[in-house]
């Protein structure tokens, strides 16, 4: 009993889920600090440093004393900047004063629109597996997280027709996220202009998180409903500089939505952290304006490294995967492997991280859907992955023998 008789967290924060992986993270570094080895798949992030440039541009910013409050929304420069990318990479006109807003990270994006928009009694449609923070962010809005499954036989896209059955008049967002964390999927231009026209006949928005966009392989071309919707204002797009640029500790993402919505996600964003860090800002600005190419150089290294990663799990038996064309993930279904040895996907990793010095992440961590998988992430030097992926194939290895 607590000694506050008052005390009482309510039930939607006591049940919502965080993000596992750093549980993950957290037991793998128990074993290094035994003084084992433990090879790093399972935390979503770019083992590069962020391009020198960038980097700078924040050393100046923060040298000229750009270190106080900015407007809620972001400093005017930065927002310029990202309306300008979005004309450029999607043909589209967004007016920086009342459709972009920066944020702190894209996690607190989708956190933020959905708050902003979510009721009691409201439903939300987001892929499971997928990114935990969307059920999250819905749950803690009061709203309900209606899971869609993602299957190896879809190529792990959002179906239009099986997104159909799903509907409801209470469904407000419909969550789309490609390329696809944890599946490494890029969703074809049939589902996403299929799924524009169910938002356009039905009347929800569609969350658009874009985080990988441009980590995309195999010469595919990247699909968002922003190429296809009649009316922009149905899209509420999320994107970040985490992942392409490396900046995952610079905490920096932004949301470009309705004007009618701009002003309500401000004030849920004043209320929560009054405004995004200021010197991050211009180094975002220096992120989209300057030099493209160490984006491209990364995105040429994670399809090498995705290459090595397909290598050797085909050497693998007893397992199933589809190459990644996005992202930095691939999603290994490794049921017949759980079943052969009674475990689920956590007590497998758990016993790969133990005994094998290797942490993939189990693949409930994103969602029960996600059962029966691992995520590995290659965003990892080749020699790891080689390394990493052989320990997970031994360790298979030993169970059907
Ligand atoms: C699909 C997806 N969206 C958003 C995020 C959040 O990124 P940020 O670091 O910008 O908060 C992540 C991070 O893993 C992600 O995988």
Known sequence: MSANKNFHIPRH?????????????????????????VIHLEIGEPDFDTPRHIKE???????????????TPGIPELRQAIAEYLKEVYGVDYDWRNNIVVTTGAKQAIYAAMFTLLEDGDEIIYPNPGYPAYPAAAV??????????????????????????????????????SPNNPCG?????????????????HGFYILSDEIYRPIIFDGLKHESPLNYASNIDRVIFVDGFSKRYAMTGWRLG????????????????????S??????????IEALRGPQEPVYEMVREYEKRRNVLIEELSKIDHIRF?????????????????????????????????NYGVAPLHGSAMGEYGEGYIRICFANSMENIRKGVKKIGQAIERIFS
């Open 13 to 37: 924060i006591t049940n919502v889920t965080p993000e596992t992986a750093f549980i993950v993270l957290e037991k793998a570094k128990m074993i290094e600090r035994q003084g084992r080895e």
């Open 57 to 71: 541009a924040a050393v100046r910013a923060l040298e000229r004393g750009e270190t106080h409050y900015t407007p």
């Open 140 to 177: 803690c809005a009061r709203a309900r997280p209606i899971p869609y499954r993602l299957t190896m036989e879809d190529g792990f896209s959002i179906k239009p027709e099986k997104l159909a059955e799903l509907l409801t008049p209470k469904t407000k967002i419909v969550v789309l996220n």
């Open 185 to 201: 999927s890029v969703m074809p231009r049939e589902d996403v202009r299929g799924i524009v026209e169910l938002a356009e006949d």
């Open 254 to 273: 932004y949301l470009a939505i309705s004007k009618e919505i701009h002003p309500y996600i401000v004030k849920v964003l004043n209320i929560m952290t």
């Open 275 to 284: 405004c995004p860090v200021s010197f991050t800002q211009y180094a975002a």
């Open 322 to 354: 589809i190459k990644p064309s996005g992202a930095f993930y691939a999603f290994v279904d490794v049921s017949r492997v759980l079943k052969k040895v009674g475990m689920n996907s956590e007590n497998f990793v758990m016993h790969l991280i133990e």
